[in-house]
């Protein structure tokens, strides 16, 4: 875009068709218009993260039992619920006579601050520091799928980007060889499924790409069978070189843009499978994660999340599978937790220790 | 070209618009801006047959219907007199709205959203306008109020719900619903109606039959009284209690059973607690039954192919009302049927892991009995608590299941019902206790139970007569009063208010009909200042990479103003009114109808504009990047589906086949894995449907076709009147490893070197280029191609065992050796690959 003839009008208009150019980081640093124009504001204190990941538990984790210490519910357990919390309020699935449920599990406080946290997640205690818990989060949304649309786009519904996606396309690429937006999983997804991490409106480039666990990360990573790297690497030698001809022939950009495309697929052939293979981390450190190479579990996807963040990923999204308890909260949620408990407090001190905690937020 | 005539050109642009797969290429914008798709979307995405409108878009096409009736027939063909199957076939356009079946969803909600995306979808196809900014507010920059949106709102305000509960006091029960029209095949009507009169047949010599068993049959009467004091019996267990640790819904129905709804959990374990005053319990029978809400009629839940059940466990525990409870030893389990390797008694073992299941016996009730060791039950009455563990993933879990006690016995019990009834004697029988004692009579009569069998048999083979089926539009007797929302919620009503058009537009015919019908005519009006426009500039951005106006959803104050207003202006007179002097298409002595698109785009590529080169000069470049002014031609990446289409027609794989249900391409594995909804294995298309052409691959909006998607194929959840153009390193990946790309490629070298059998290296060379990107290849080009070959052709020469696992099952030609037909195969690799082959000028 030519800055002296950008007006608000045409940089918001190619900010959202994009067409894969303008990237606000960018932007801001090149445009010397971006800050005369008080287009964007700077915020009321210094902005410090740069990256983030996120721990989603698909099913949603009961916060009484974990995060929300309730005494006064504990005291009530198992006597009717009063009829003024129920007046004018719609439930999705309860029916008959409700019972108060107090949490069976034991709430003590930790660190400085005094977090208080359930017996649940001793290993995430020992960070109580670090941690912040936001108690307001509320949507009207009475489902699994549409609320997770709701935290994750800001929208109940299909067609808006997704968190990541705005981060990704606000800050740009820190990375020459791996994506900016990376999802991994731990079991089946469920909900909303892949439209939490869409890119909705804004250009597919900016949404999430999913890791996968098991063979491939990524869709159509490896060569066909017989296909050596050398054979690989004469066959793009010989794309490149036809496509600089056309190039010159032509002068399109955009042959420019595939030529380095091209390049960064190659490089993400090795790139990908190294960044996944975790079996050369010291013995103590997927030791404190929990983490066994060849597994598809969170604790993996903890130590994978660091090592993305490490190599310059914006956005790392964990979701973990099976949190939907309703009534086997008692025998569930204790499994549960031990799935993700070491592995979340052992991120945290890593990259506390790797000196990335100050700017990067842990959700 | 070869032909060398002045009018060369002319002809082919002839030929193409003349061709069949003229509409197969244009339809795929217009599916995009209909949100056409194959699946309903959100969580549940099961699937549901729309094709037959998708196969009316590329007839329509095809046939150059004008597009003020394309216009009409797509918004409310149902409406029109005397409405023929495909004008409402082609109501099916704003039936692709995608719809919400989750457990638990508001059917209200569903619906309003539903209206909204109709008119949302209207106002950016016709109007391009941002109508759905006044959903909440009056919109801030356009002249259309509140009002003016859900005047339009009311247009669309009176169709049938789409989904709703099954059951109106279970909010898990979301059922798809909506008007479905079966669509006319005649051998299948010859075949239904055969199976029908033989149904007829069976069904009143098995109404005969039971007229003679009803007549009254006192030795018969008093040998089964003699068997019922001899033999076990049943006692439906009413059930008080009963808890899903999955979290499903569920429902005690008339006849005692239980009935679960909400989405299936994965594995469930149910809890049943029944009250009786029964003594002298021998043993329980456990029915599994079905059920019209359940996915193939149950009994599981999992899906609707193979609708089984796994039974790791069935515990029973005793107590006292208000005692402590005991556990029930089990023994001598049986059942109707058992799965080869899970039989029934695997429900009652130590061992968790063993378990009772169906397959493949699924759509059909199943009973199983277990005996007790010692009777069982108190004076005063026993609380029995039965725990039915289903741990064996998939929603493998009972949809419908029953609970009886039985005394006496645990052989094949009379039911109770029918000992109740034939201890009253036969003339002082209720109704209800006459047909127990039939039913029972006809259970034991071998006549009977032969025309009950055959009956089955005739059903199943009408359920098995493929319909085809589509969805389409149907108005209500009565209109539903329409509202504003306030704030846009559907929870607030406001202001009552009447169809309408927006006051900022022209006037509304005041003979119109009041309905879509009169919509549809008010937006192809002749005063309407901008259906022609928008139009015109979607079929321009298609073929130029942009439109004249290059915000295609936007011709408001927000949108960007056209670079070249009169020439937009001219073609949409064009459009609605061809002046008759303009060139005539296929080569025909009259006038072009109005509103015929294919003298649109006929007028467009004819134009010296758009046969300019697409060259790129310094000077263009730094003047006008974006080729805002025309000043070169277009040139710009292909779509998606064209991408795929191009390499299989290199490749010489592309079938030409039009319409049918969608096909399925290779993919990778595990991409339709869902939570709820139904099930579905991706099986890949047999035959020639895998090379159909991009448009007829299913469209799954939850999990689109991943080759497309990463060329910027929209999920088509909503309209779109504009893809993406990225380009992107998994562009790269998807055509250099993708299995369909793979095989392309080894396809396009056997086409090489059998179509040129004993051309040279460099000949052979050629002949790929110019089938890959249509021209002739310079000096430079063929030496690179060329070293290629070469280097490769050693290389696989040293590597013969690469070189087999290349070609693997792929019949190579025998005659070339496998390190040459590698070195082939990496030369077509390399042309697929080009920038060139997947962009167009």
Redesign the interface.
Known sequence: MNALTATR?QFL?RSG????SAALATLLEESPLACASGLLPKPHHAPKANRVIYLHMIGAPSHLDLFDHKPELKKRDGQECPEELLKGRRF??IGGKLTLAGSPFKFAKHGKSGLELSELLPNLATVADHLALVKTVHTEE?????AQMFLRTGFG???RPAFGSWVAYGLGSESQNLPTYVVLLSG????????LW?SGFL???YQG?QFRTTGDA???????????P???H??L???K???E??LD???????A???S??E???K??TSVPDLMDISKEPKEVLESYGAQPGKGSFANNCLLARRLVERGARVVELYDA?W?H???IATRLPAKCKDVDRGAAALIKDLKRLGMLDDTLVV | MSDKAPDAYEKVVDRLLASPQFGVKWARPWLDAARYADSHGFQRDDLRDLWAYRDWVVSALNADIPFDRFTIEQLAGDLLPNATQAQKIATGFNRSAPTNVEAGSDPEDTRVNQVFDRVNTLSTVWLGSTLECAQCHDHKYDPFSQKDYYRLFAFFNSTAIEADRANPKVPGSIKFLGPVMELNDPAADVARMKLQVELATVTKKLAARAEELHAPDAVWESATRKAVADSPREHLLEVTRFDSSGGATHEVLKDGSVLLSGDPPDKDTYTVTAKTNLVGIRGFKLEALTDSSLPGKGPGRGDAVRPNFVLNTFAVTVSKPDGKPSVVKLKAAKADFSQANMPVAGAIDADPKTAWAINPQFGKPHWAVFGTDAPLGFDGGAVFTFTLVQDYGGGRTIGRLRLSALTGGTDTAIPSKVSDALAVAAEKRTAAQQKAVLDYRQSQDAESTRLHAEQRRLEAGLVQVPTVKTLVMQELLAPRPTTVFKRGDFRAPGERVEPGTPGALHAFDPKAERNRLGLAKWLVSKDNPLTARVTVNRLWAELFGAGLVTTPEDFGAKGEPPTHPELLDWLACELQEPTPQAPLPEGKGEKSPAWSVKHLLRTIVLSSIYRQSARLTPDLRAKDPENRLLARGPRFRLDAEAIRDNALSIAGLLSPKLGGPPVRPPQPEGLWVKVGGERYDYVVSAGEDKYRRGLYVVWKRGAPYPGFVAFDGPARVACRVARPRTNTPLQALTLLNDPVYVEAALSFAKRVVTEKPDATTDDRIAHAFRLAVAREPGAKEVAVLKALFDAERDAMARTPAAAKQLVKDFAAPAKVPPAEFAAWYAVCVALLNLDETITKG
């Open positions: 009008r208009r068709l994009g067409f894969g999705a699935f009475i489902n699994h799928a549409p519904r299909g067609g089946p997804l469920g909900g909303a499924g892949t439209a869409g250009p597919s480039v790409v990524v869709l159509h990573l490896g060569n066909p069978p017989g296909q050596s050398e054979d690989r004469r066959i030698d010989a794309i070189r036809l496509n001809e056309q022939a032509v002068g399109d950009p955009e042959i843009t595939r030529i495309q091209y960064l697929a190659f993400m052939q099976d939907d309703h009534g086997a």
